[in-house]
């Protein structure tokens, strides 16, 4: 009877064990975001419609049927009065952009949004310990984070990450990372950079799909602070509860929807297909038969936070 007795409280210290265990990991692995600041270029660089229709005349390969399309393109996107492109583009050297275009259009962007966002969370670069930079078509030397971790010298043992040829996704990858990265870094500050090169990668030919690219991006970018520490929730703008990552490359319809290449005359540009939109709807079919069953149960079950909640 007394091994018996023993043998169940033995199981029961066990079961209690593991319990703290999982409850304690849990705790560590919230992911909050305390700012989140965007960028707006200045006033110089906007690209209202005389200013486009400019930089489209500028480019003597161009026909009829070209100016035609990108006209119909202009007014289908969407495209505002409101939006900028970089200084190279505006100065009329964009078939001659430096890699130092490419830098300063990184600096403009990634140090604006950082000042910033530590100015008003009050959170010194010194206390940041996860950085990650994501910007698709730019992978210099030294590496963006390198360039951050130099502005601000952060500490030695600031962990840094460069993602690049993520496209449009690059964002929501770079803050899954993170959200990977806080299970193993308790209490921990991180920042997420992301943006896009468009200088260096303006298009100057007449191929229709690759001409879409021009009407379609803008300069633009942001600076998120994300923490796992539970001494933040209440300041936090919002909380990730669930992040689900799908890769189709593995389909050749999807993996030649965006493609970096050169034309036939060699002008760099990246070309969008018409299967760009079906590819993002197989993607999106199969992140919703997880991210649906997580959000129901999060509406009948929701966490003790008063803010809002980021699927």
């Not at 993520?166 to 899954?176: K, P, Q, R």
């Not at 303006?202 to 001494?231: D, H, P, Q, V």
């Not at 992140?287 to 966490?303: G, I, K």
């Amino acid at each position: 009877m007394e091994l018996f007795l023993a043998f169940c409280l033995l199981l029961l210290y066990s079961a209690i064990s593991k319990l703290c265990k999982l409850a304690y990991e849990k705790r560590d692995q919230r992911c909050y975001m305390l700012g989140y600041q965007c960028h707006k270029a200045a006033e110089d660089q906007k690209l209202d419609t005389g200013s486009c229709a400019k930089i489209i005349v500028r480019n003597q390969r161009l026909g009829i049927e070209e100016y035609r399309f990108l006209l119909k393109t202009m007014v289908s996107s969407g495209i505002g009065e409101h939006t900028y492109c970089p200084r190279n583009v505006m100065e009329g050297r964009e078939e001659f952009a430096t890699h130092q275009d490419a830098l300063s259009e990184m600096d403009d962007i990634i140090f604006d949004t950082l000042d910033e966002l530590f100015a008003k969370t009050g959170v010194s670069p010194s206390e940041i310990g996860i950085i990650v930079a994501s910007v698709s078509l730019l992978s210099p030397a030294p590496s963006l984070t390198a360039r951050v971790i130099n502005r601000y010298k952060m500490r030695n043992d600031v962990k840094a990450f460069n993602l690049s040829g993520m496209g449009c996704s690059a964002s929501v990858i770079a803050v899954d990372l993170v959200k990977q990265l806080f299970k193993t870094c308790k209490n921990s500050f991180a920042i997420v950079v992301s943006t896009e090169s468009i200088g260096p990668n303006w298009y100057s030919g007449k191929e229709k799909s690759m001409m879409l690219s021009n009407i379609l991006f803008r300069t633009g970018g942001c600076s998120m602070l994300l923490t796992n520490n539970g001494a933040w929730k209440e300041k936090a703008l919002l909380e990730l509860t669930c992040s689900v990552r799908t890769h189709i490359g593995s389909d050749d319809e999807a993996y030649r929807s965006c493609f970096q290449l050169e034309d036939d005359i060699g002008n760099k540009g990246f070309r969008l297909t018409r299967d760009l939109p079906r590819a993002g709807a197989k993607a999106l079919a199969k992140n919703l038969r997880v991210l649906l069953p997580e959000s129901l149960a999060t509406v009948r079950n929701p966490p003790l936070c008063n803010k809002p909640l980021s699927k």
